[in-house]
């Protein structure tokens, strides 16, 4: 009781809008317990301090900037409040002051509804949702740490990832340089190989497989096996993945480069990552041997977008595969803009290679775009086109497999027919060279004669054939003229007919090439 009598007590109070109203936190209700407090353990009070109406979250209170003074000054050397919370709402700032000011000032600090003492071993149970606090302000303090100092060394290019990228080794004399690891570089090697021969990842990722090649994950699971129980996994794990092979494809590892800094720790509570912007990546030329010169890198880079097979597509475009650019020539490509749920255009070469200025935007809104060339078709078509030119020169390009294998057949058995006539003058020839006799001669030209009566027949049947599907095919032509001409809804396969190419210019020029313009 004697020793608790030498502690000069400040008793601190504080509320403010921000703690609700609670009739426990009041100043009298705050004062009372603490009264009550001091008087069961015999304190001896110096002063009281009250802050009200000022926030926790900061110290910028008069009453605490007059108490911090008197800790200063020894007038106090124990402070008591009624929970931690009075003290400050601040944990970290709280903290500095439980952890750090308090005990190099020899203040004594109790929060009586938390069970804090501060002069009580620190390990005591009581303490530790502070500790917990004040753990995960150093925690934060250290991640922050590490991650400023694996930064700089990222900037020199040195590799601070424990696991290598696939191809390379740790240089065993220095842990932050990479070798070719050969056996795997030969790998990586044969997969650009295939990506330069326009292999989309999932045939590359096949043909490996099929070939039995070790997969990475194989090679980092051996390295592991030693730590793991599930030693059998490894194996079964020899079947590549489209994701793996986009991985390697596209890592600038390869050419000596260093990049790191490709994701960061969100928190350093967690162990969660996330992608950083590849503007953020830190890369660092020529930091190690290249497995792949960067000439093919780059070819290659450009080539894996048309590699990609494409999925079946979503949209339906009209002009599809139509559109040109016409200042450079490369196809313009449709694409669907989820964000405003409308199609643009864009010419693939200017995409591509965007930033090397080969050409420009030739960006248009595709339904725009397609609404204005269907009028001028259709306008086109009206003003200058000869209805029957324009069903004959169908008529050629829509000539089907059927009927030109039909018009062959014909020509052949014309040609042997021909041949035939040919032989039975040349028998008739012999009979009267007298290298035959008379009865020979009928025999041959009946066996002739018979052979191309037989032809004959097979003409006349396929010209009857022929007929009828030209005829068909003709209605087909017309239907389509006259829907072309006259309805509102065109048909892709009419366009794909009748158009050759449309060329946009990026001043909204449009050239349209008709397919019956090339016809003579
Ligand atoms: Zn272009």
């Known amino acids: 009781m004697n020793e608790n009598h030498n502690f000069k007590v400040g008793l601190y109070i504080r509320l403010s809008r921000d703690d609700g109203n609670l009739e426990s936190d009041s100043i009298v209700s705050q004062r009372s317990l603490l009264n009550q ?34 800790m200063e000054l020894e007038k106090i050397n124990m402070v008591i409040t009624k929970d931690m919370s009075r003290l400050g709402r601040d944990y970290i700032g709280t903290g500095e002051l439980i952890e750090k000011y308090f005990p190099n000032h020899h203040i004594r600090y109790i929060a009586i509804n938390d069970g804090i003492d501060t002069f009580l071993d620190n390990t005591n149970n009581d303490i530790a949702p502070f500790k917990a606090i004040m753990n995960d302000m150093y925690a934060k303090d250290i991640s922050k740490k590490v991650k400023t100092s694996l930064h700089s060394k990222m900037k020199d290019g040195l590799y601070v990832s424990g696991r290598c990228p696939f191809g390379y080794r740790k240089d065993p004399s220095n842990k932050n340089h990479l070798i070719i690891n050969e056996e ?66 596209t890592n600038q590892m390869y050419v000596g480069d260093s990049v790191q800094g490709k994701t960061k720790k969100i928190n350093y509570k967690l162990k969660k990552t996330i992608k950083n912007h590849p503007k953020d990546y830190i890369i660092v030329s020529n930091t190690h041997d290249a497995i792949i010169d960067r000439d093919t890198f780059q070819y290659v880079q450009t080539l894996l977008p048309k590699n990609v097979k494409r999925p079946e597509k979503k949209r339906f475009y009209l002009l599809d595969g139509l559109l040109y650019c016409g200042d450079c020539h490369h196809r313009i490509g449709i694409r669907y803009q989820n964000k405003t749920g409308r199609s643009y255009t864009t010419c693939d070469y200017y995409r591509t290679y965007s930033k090397y200025h080969v050409c420009t935007t030739h960006n248009n809104n595709y339904e725009t775009l397609e609404k204005v060339i269907l009028e001028n078709l259709k306008e086109v078509c009206r ?67 018979k052979e191309m009566e037989k032809n004959q027949t097979t003409i ?24 072309f001409l006259s309805i509102e809804n065109f048909t892709r396969k009419l366009i794909v007919n009748l158009v050759e190419r449309i060329d946009i210019y990026q001043d909204k020029r449009i050239d349209i090439l008709f397919t019956f313009q090339n016809t003579p």
Not at 46 to 70: C, H, L, S, W
Not at 227 to 235: A, D, G, Q, V, Y
Not at 460 to 483: G, W
């Open 37 to 70: 407090y001091v008087k069961e353990n015999n304190y001896h009070v110096i002063e009281e301090y009250v802050d009200d109406g000022y926030t926790g979250t900061n110290f910028e209170r008069p009453a605490f900037q007059r108490m911090v003074k008197d």
């Open 184 to 249: 795997q570089a030969s790998t990586v090697q044969f997969i650009f190989d295939l990506a330069l021969k326009g292999n989309t990842y999932h045939f590359i990722a096949q043909e490996l497989t099929k070939r039995k090649i070790k997969i990475p994950a194989s090679y980092y699971h051996y390295a592991w096996n030693t730590k793991s129980k599930n030693k059998c996994i490894s194996k079964d794990l020899g079947v590549w993945v489209d994701t793996t092979i986009k991985a390697i494809l």
């Open 383 to 449: 003003k200058y086109l000869d209805k029957n030119k324009i069903k004959d020169s169908i008529g050629n390009i829509q000539l089907d497999d059927h009927l030109v294998r039909i018009r062959k057949q014909i020509e052949n058995l014309e040609l042997t027919n021909q041949k035939l006539i040919e032989s039975i003058d040349h028998t008739y020839i012999d009979l009267l060279k007298e290298f035959i006799d008379k009865e020979q001669y009928i025999r041959v030209r009946k066996n002739l004669k």
């Open 460 to 483: 006349d049947c396929l010209k009857k054939e022929q007929s009828f599907e030209n005829q068909f095919h003709h209605q087909e032509i017309e239907k389509y003229v006259d829907d």
